[in-house]
């Protein structure tokens, strides 16, 4: 506190005499950033203060000529608006009217949802974390970044790190699945591309971890839902990676639309003050979901917007997203006593500070681009790379990878598109720049080896694949099917693409069911009764229920939404030229009747039969979280531990050179607060090349590794047996 009162005393020295000599300190590049924080607020009316911790949206109006009607709601002096338009030059207008046009001359934040690329389209971040290569998700964050900048984006709502462990929910297409360390791997690489060491550096923008907190959670996968998870749960499964985004740096975070054990998460105290500004010393602001400030009012919370302002801004909410409502109710309620100016302040100053740390009022415009003319192939080439190291190898008898010389049947839906491949929250990535699975085949196979046919569209006939209700039709159709069969009839080996629809994942996106629509389960029946070999290539934002499928298939290739080169990405792992290296960042169930299914569960008091499914569904998942096939094989060593250094030795016994990612897990068998059955602790991901043996170690911390945190969030360890695993290998010790 001394410290902070220091430079408050300061900051209003030195901006008396500014304000004496004429030069105000917040204008001034070489002054700290506090003593200009300072300045400008004390300058500032309540009106202005309000308006600045407020957000507005420029929709599509981008008509030079009337560019002002995009101040009808929210004027100059607004501190943010979500900016739709994919270049400068809108931005650049309603900047000149903020910075030149108002009394103190604010830039606006604006910011947008660049989720996984902004023009250069990459895998969705379900799929980044499939990879399990935050290094190579950080480069392609990075261009995204880069892109965001050009257009006149300051800010990314983005990473998602919400844990996902019920794939019914639309939005584990957003996030990095069911472990929280692997989430906060993810988290902090994505948080260091977007802002660098200096956000205020060309190419760099803000990022935002988002929702904060307990959104996964949201019950039985239905969105904008209640969550009720304990505060033991809260701490040791929802908030580790928000924990690392905002160790790494991260200068916001959004709210979330859930309740929390009753409290909105946008007027929980506990976590938007307590935890994150005092306990984690977070310096930055926290931006409200679209309207969740007024939805405290759907949410019971609130008995009407202006108690919902209250709420909101006085449980620590610094800046309302697109729904006025502080706008419309703050000045009322510092005339009642009821928000004092000091919590507005408060408030101003975190959005003030991250203005003048992210170099906004020295540089508020951007040069004008063509959005075409950001694209290029070394882009391209790299979302290619993280395509390929997503996709998840989950079955293959030998039939793949495919011989050179087969004539293939290359069949579903999916093997055409390039607009479903994009996949959800796409920004304003173009399909044009799209290369289908079955252009990228013809290319891989020439000659004419391809043979296509549609067999079914996405949705069942005549649905157009975005399905504007969300309704998805599972029901079968009396398809003809005749043109596939002839098809696969011609061929050596079939390729059957099948997978989601259109904006099937993303917020809003629930679904009871996670199963393939019956046409193309009925399409795969029909090509399986031919006696030839099918190989199944998923696209999906989700876990889906492959069981219908699994049994008969000879491979499955799962690619997610794999972006603007998911074809390529495809069909260089189906010839061989590109060795398959994804895992599982969630369990796969055996059906919906599993779920939730995650890997990192508490132990049951007692052990099969005991508590099995008396209807015959298996305990166990289809896939669990990590598991993900290679072309090549690897042979792990024992494990040996040096203290609390853990190194383990795999041999690729294979004659192809692979990737191969070591997945660290430690159990603690007896605790004080009962651990879950397993943790992953750390992964490394590696080349080996062919008859190689490559060293893995993993460096021990008693308290990360070992302990872990109670209900208030305080870290501890408490002494005795652990297991620590990796592959197959295991070796049980003792740590005091
Ligand atoms: C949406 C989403 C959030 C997004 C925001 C702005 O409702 O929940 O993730 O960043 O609004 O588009």
Same mark, same amino acid.
């Given at each position: 506190?001394?410290?902070?009162?220091?430079?408050?005393?300061?900051?209003?020295?030195?901006?008396?005499?500014?304000?004496?000599?004429?030069?105000?300190?917040?204008?001034?590049?070489?002054?700290?950033?506090?003593?200009?924080?300072?300045?400008?607020?004390?300058?500032?009316?309540?009106?202005?203060?309000?308006?600045?911790?407020?957000?507005?949206?420029?929709?599509?109006?981008?008509?030079?000529?009337?560019?002002?009607?995009?101040?009808?709601?929210?004027?100059?002096?607004?501190?943010?608006?979500?900016?739709?338009?994919?270049?400068?030059?809108?931005?650049?207008?309603?900047?000149?009217?903020?910075?030149?046009?108002?009394?103190?001359?604010?830039?606006?934040?604006?910011?947008?949802?660049?989720?996984?690329?902004?023009?250069?389209?990459?895998?969705?971040?379900?799929?980044?974390?499939?990879s399990f290569n935050p290094e190579l998700?950080?480069?392609?964050?990075?261009?995204?970044?880069?892109?965001?900048?050009?257009?006149?984006?300051?800010?990314?709502?983005?990473?998602?790190?919400?844990?996902?462990?019920?794939?019914?929910?639309?939005?584990?297409?957003?996030?990095?699945?069911?472990?929280?360390?692997?989430?906060?791997?993810?988290?902090?690489?994505?948080?260091?591309?977007?802002?660098?060491?200096?956000?205020?550096?060309?190419?760099?923008?803000?990022?935002?971890?988002?929702?904060?907190?307990?959104?996964?959670?949201?019950?039985?996968?239905?969105?904008?839902?209640?969550?009720?998870?304990?505060?033991?749960?809260?701490?040791?499964?929802?908030?580790?990676?928000?924990?690392?985004?905002?160790?790494?740096?991260?200068?916001?975070?959004?709210?979330?639309?859930?309740?929390?054990?009753?409290?909105?998460?946008?007027?929980?105290?506990?976590?938007?003050?307590?935890?994150?500004?005092?306990?984690?010393?977070?310096?930055?602001?926290?931006?409200?979901?679209?309207?969740?400030?007024?939805?405290?009012?759907?949410?019971?919370?609130?008995?009407?917007?202006?108690?919902?302002?209250?709420?909101?801004?006085?449980?620590?909410?610094?800046?309302?997203?697109?729904?006025?409502?502080?706008?419309?109710?703050?000045?009322?309620?510092?005339?009642?006593?009821?928000?004092?100016?000091?919590?507005?302040?408060?408030?101003?100053?975190?959005?003030?500070?991250?203005?003048?740390r992210s170099g906004l009022f020295e540089?508020?415009?951007?040069d004008v681009k063509d959005a075409d003319?950001?694209?290029?192939?070394?882009?391209?080439?790299?979302?290619?790379?993280?395509?390929?190291?997503?996709?998840?190898?989950?079955?293959?008898?030998?039939?793949?990878?495919?011989?050179?010389?087969?004539?293939?049947?290359?069949?579903?839906?999916?093997?055409?598109?390039?607009?479903?491949?994009?996949?959800?929250?796409?920004?304003?990535?173009?399909?044009?720049?799209?290369?289908?699975?079955?252009?990228?085949?013809?290319?891989?196979?020439?000659?004419?080896?391809?043979?296509?046919?549609?067999?079914?569209?996405?949705?069942?006939?005549?649905?157009?694949?975005?399905?504007?209700?969300?309704?998805?039709?599972?029901?079968?159709?009396?398809?003809?099917?005749?043109?596939?069969?002839?098809?696969?009839?011609?061929?050596? *080996? @079939? $390729?059957?693409?099948?997978?989601?629809?259109?904006?099937?994942?993303?917020?809003?996106?629930? +679904? %009871? =069911?996670?199963? !393939?629509?019956?046409?193309?389960?009925?399409?795969?029946?029909?090509?399986?009764?031919?006696?030839?070999? *099918? @190989? $199944?290539?998923?696209?999906?934002?989700?876990?889906?229920?492959?069981?219908?499928?699994?049994? +008969? %298939? =000879?491979?499955? !290739?799962?690619?997610?939404?794999?972006?603007?080169?998911?074809?390529?990405?495809?069909?260089?792992?189906?010839?061989?030229?590109?060795?398959?290296?994804?895992?599982?960042?969630?369990?796969?169930?055996?059906?919906?009747?599993?779920?939730?299914?995650?890997?990192?569960?508490?132990?049951?008091?007692?052990?099969?039969?005991?508590?099995?499914?008396?209807?015959?569904?298996?305990?166990?998942?289809?896939?669990?979280?990590?598991?993900?096939?290679?072309?090549?094989?690897?042979?792990?060593?024992?494990?040996?531990?040096?203290?609390?250094?853990?190194?383990?030795?795999?041999?690729?016994?294979?004659?192809?050179?692979?990737?191969?990612?070591?997945?660290?897990?430690?159990?603690?068998?007896?605790?004080?607060?009962?651990?879950?059955?397993?943790?992953?602790?750390?992964?490394?991901?590696?080349?080996?090349?062919?008859?190689?043996?490559?060293?893995?170690?993993?460096?021990?911390?008693?308290?990360?590794?070992?302990?872990?945190?109670?209900?208030?969030?305080?870290?501890?360890?408490?002494?005795?047996?652990?297991?620590?695993?990796?592959?197959?290998?295991?070796?049980?010790?003792?740590?005091?």
């Amino acid at each position: 506190m001394r410290r902070s009162r220091f430079i408050l005393t300061l900051s209003v020295l030195v901006c008396s005499v500014s304000l004496y000599a004429g030069t105000p300190v917040y204008k001034d590049a070489g002054a700290p950033v506090e003593q200009r924080v300072e300045d400008l607020l004390q300058r500032m009316t309540l009106r202005e203060k309000i308006l600045q911790i407020s957000q507005g949206f420029i929709g599509t109006n981008d008509n030079p000529n009337n560019v002002m009607d995009n101040f009808k709601n929210f004027p100059p002096e607004t501190g943010s608006l979500i900016y739709y338009s994919n270049t400068s030059e809108l931005g650049n207008m309603l900047q000149k009217e903020a910075v030149e046009g108002t009394r103190l001359g604010i830039p606006i934040l604006f910011g947008y949802d660049a989720i996984h690329g902004f023009i250069t389209e990459f895998p969705i971040p379900l799929a980044q974390a499939a990879s399990f290569n935050p290094e190579l998700a950080a480069r392609a964050n990075e261009i995204c970044a880069g892109e965001c900048y050009d257009a006149g984006v300051h800010w990314t709502f983005s990473p998602m790190v919400d844990i996902a462990r019920d794939p019914r929910w639309g939005r584990v297409m957003e996030g990095y699945g069911e472990d929280p360390y692997l989430a906060s791997r993810f988290a902090e690489a994505v948080v260091k591309a977007y802002q660098g060491d200096d956000p205020s550096q060309p190419g760099r923008i803000l990022s935002c971890l988002k929702h904060y907190v307990g959104y996964g959670a949201s019950e039985a996968g239905r969105d904008y839902t209640a969550v009720d998870i304990s505060r033991q749960t809260l701490w040791d499964t929802y908030l580790p990676p928000f924990k690392a985004g905002v160790e790494a740096g991260a200068l916001t975070l959004m709210g979330a639309f859930n309740t929390l054990n009753g409290i909105p998460a946008s007027a929980n105290h506990y976590t938007l003050t307590d935890v994150l500004k005092e306990k984690w010393n977070f310096e930055g602001f926290v931006v409200s979901d679209w309207g969740s400030v007024e939805q405290l009012v759907n949410q019971r919370a609130a008995a009407d917007l202006k108690e919902a302002a209250e709420k909101s801004i006085n449980a620590g909410m610094d800046m309302d997203m697109c729904d006025n409502v502080f706008i419309d109710n703050l000045e009322e309620l510092v005339q009642e006593g009821k928000v004092s100016v000091a919590t507005i302040d408060e408030a101003v100053r975190r959005v003030l500070r991250v203005k003048f740390r992210s170099g906004l009022f020295e540089n508020p415009y951007r040069d004008v681009k063509d959005a075409d003319s950001v694209v290029s192939e070394q882009k391209f080439a790299l979302a290619q790379e993280l395509a390929q190291e997503s996709m998840v190898l989950l079955k293959n008898d030998g039939v793949l990878p495919l011989s050179a010389d087969s004539d293939i049947a290359l069949i579903g839906p999916i093997a055409e598109d390039k607009d479903i491949v994009l996949g959800g929250w796409r920004s304003h990535s173009d399909s044009k720049h799209s290369v289908s699975i079955r252009e990228a085949l013809e290319g891989e196979f020439p000659g004419g080896r391809i043979l296509y046919s549609e067999g079914c569209d996405v949705a069942g006939s005549g649905t157009d694949n975005e399905n504007p209700y969300g309704h998805i039709r599972d029901e079968a159709h009396d398809y003809d099917y005749s043109h596939a069969v002839r098809t696969a009839r011609k061929s050596d *080996v @079939v $390729v059957l693409c099948l997978g989601e629809g259109k904006f099937w994942t993303g917020e809003n996106k629930t +679904r %009871a =069911s996670i199963s !393939l629509p019956d046409d193309q389960i009925a399409l795969f029946d029909k090509l399986c009764k031919l006696g030839k070999k *099918v @190989v $199944v290539v998923v696209e999906a934002g989700r876990p889906l229920d492959l069981t219908p499928i699994e049994s +008969r %298939a =000879s491979a499955i !290739l799962y690619i997610w939404s794999p972006g603007h080169r998911g074809g390529p990405a495809v069909a260089g792992i189906l010839s061989g030229r590109y060795n398959p290296s994804g895992r599982l960042p969630m369990t796969f169930p055996y059906g919906i009747g599993q779920v939730p299914i995650y890997y990192n569960h508490r132990a049951s008091c007692r052990y099969s039969p005991w508590g099995d499914y008396i209807d015959g569904t298996p305990m166990a998942p289809l896939y669990d979280f990590g598991y993900g096939l290679s072309y090549s094989t690897f042979k792990y060593s024992e494990i040996t531990l040096d203290g609390l250094t853990a190194k383990v030795s795999v041999t690729n016994t294979s004659d192809r050179d692979g990737k191969e990612t070591v997945l660290w897990f430690v159990s603690d068998p007896s605790c004080s607060i009962a651990r879950p059955v397993k943790e992953l602790k750390y992964f490394e991901k590696k080349l080996i090349k062919a008859g190689e043996t490559v060293e893995f170690v993993f460096n021990m911390d008693k308290v990360r590794d070992l302990g872990y945190v109670d209900p208030e969030g305080n870290e501890f360890f408490e002494g005795g047996a652990f297991i620590i695993s990796a592959g197959d290998e295991s070796l049980n010790f003792e740590m005091y």
